[in-house]
Nanobody, 128 residues
């Protein structure tokens, strides 16, 4: 019953912006932590950002996106967003959202092995 669906990807020029959405169902964002990950061709999947709010809202950003990306959530809508500004070609990847069913993730890190449920991904291409 747990499902995550990403949307909002597309083609954008360097310096542009995109807003990704992750619509979740089958669980409550009050308990689950949500992470954003990305995977470029020939590279391993890497964590980008995460958010949890069960014990006071907490967010984390990997250094490469800090100051450019913003993660947020609307618990009433069961949706998590990733606002991506000042996009660079190296941001090109398939972006995935994922849920940590245990709810204890997103403590100064975002790691693939800590997340249980995954969306199908949405392609982000940054190119001039």
């Amino acid at each position: 019953q747990v499902q995550l669906v990403e949307s909002g990807g597309g083609l954008v020029q360097p310096g542009g912006s995109l807003r990704l959405s992750c619509a979740v169902s089958g669980f409550t964002l009050d308990y689950y932590a949500i992470g954003w990950f990305r995977q470029a061709p020939g590279k391993e999947r890497e964590g980008v950002s995460c958010i949890r709010s069960s014990d006071g809202i907490s967010t984390y950003y990997v250094d490469s996106v800090k100051g450019r990306f913003t993660i947020s959530r609307d618990n009433a809508k069961n949706t998590v967003y990733l606002q991506m500004n000042s996009l660079k070609p190296e941001d090109t990847a398939v972006y995935y959202c994922a849920a940590d069913a245990y709810g204890s993730s997103c403590h100064m890190r975002v790691r693939v092995d800590e997340y249980d449920y995954w969306g199908q991904g949405t392609q982000v291409t940054v190119s001039s």
